[in-house]
Nanobody, 115 residues
């Protein structure tokens, strides 16, 4: 059974940093593309960043140069390092992957950027 558990969210001031973690079980993250999504209040869920099984990374224009996705193979965990946070980054952040025949989502972790 695949489970994704996010952690690391919280309240941070503008300009601050957070590192989110996505700990996976039931699947080896090095064999799948793992994504981070976020959903702000009243908005649709949007893709933030991804890391492929070959360790290729991609991120959305809105976070480029500020967020970095990475992976710890030994811990079977994917991270999202978020720097230079601003209030527009406030959202629930979700970890996601596709493992045929279905997709899996974590429960989400709240990130609030406010002074």
């Amino acid at each position: 059974q695949v489970q994704l558990v996010e952690s690391g969210g919280g309240l941070v001031q503008p300009g601050g940093s957070l590192r989110l973690s996505c700990a996976a079980s039931g699947v080896i993250v090095t064999t799948k593309t793992v994504n981070w999504y976020r959903q702000a209040p009243g908005k649709q869920r949007e893709w933030v960043a991804s890391i492929s099984s070959e360790s290729r990374t991609n991120d959305a224009d809105s976070v480029k140069g500020r967020f970095t996705i990475s992976r710890d193979n030994a811990k079977n965990t994917v991270y999202l390092q978020m720097n230079s946070l601003n209030p527009e980054d406030t959202a629930v952040y979700y970890c996601h992957l596709f493992y045929s025949p279905r997709t899996y989502w974590g429960q989400g972790t709240q990130v609030t950027v406010s002074s």
